[in-house]
């Protein structure tokens, strides 16, 4: 039987704002991070979706972003966390981009970072324990870019960021069966459209 998931990125952050590297490491949702989420929220009510369940990551970007869509109680995962960038957390991207983040998939091992093959294992293993529950038809899970993105190359192969869209609020949605997802669409939002 088939069953979807809803998988998310959180709102803007302050350190998304000013383009720095966020992990580990948390900051807070900014005015427009704030607004974001309830395009999202309005998106699933025009699309009559109804989640019987809902998880964010343990980081705080995350469970504020899942408050402002749904009053449903939630729990935090670990397993969706985002990648842990080592020494290069806080500071500038254009740094971490220097030593080949984003070909390399090991490049931040060196620096006390993780592994892009980590993050997928751990993020593949705890999405899959959420749908294998039997009350789990429809999820929400919200996380963060490099995981998601790691998470849905496990099925995608051919995915890149551009198809994903990767923007703050994004939604992608799975279908999962037999433990597999497929990758069906992703929604992004014109967060200058009035919501009223």
Known sequence: MKKT???MRHGQTVFNARDMVQGFCDSPLTELGQRQPLYAKRWFE???????HAYSSTQERASDTLELITDLPYERLKGI???NFGKFEGGPNHEMRKIGFGEDRDALIPFGGESWYAVQDRAVRALTEVMEK????????????????????KWFPEATWEILKMTNCVILK?????GVFTFNYAVDHDFDRPLD
């Open 174 to 178: 799975f279908e999962y069966e037999d």
């Open 81 to 83: 966390k985002e990648m």
């Open 46 to 52: 025009d699309h009559n979706v109804a989640f019987d």
């Open 134 to 153: 039997d009350d789990h038809q429809t999820v929400l899970a919200v996380s963060h870019g490099c995981t998601i993105f790691a998470f849905t190359h």
């Open 5 to 7: 998931l809803y998988l």
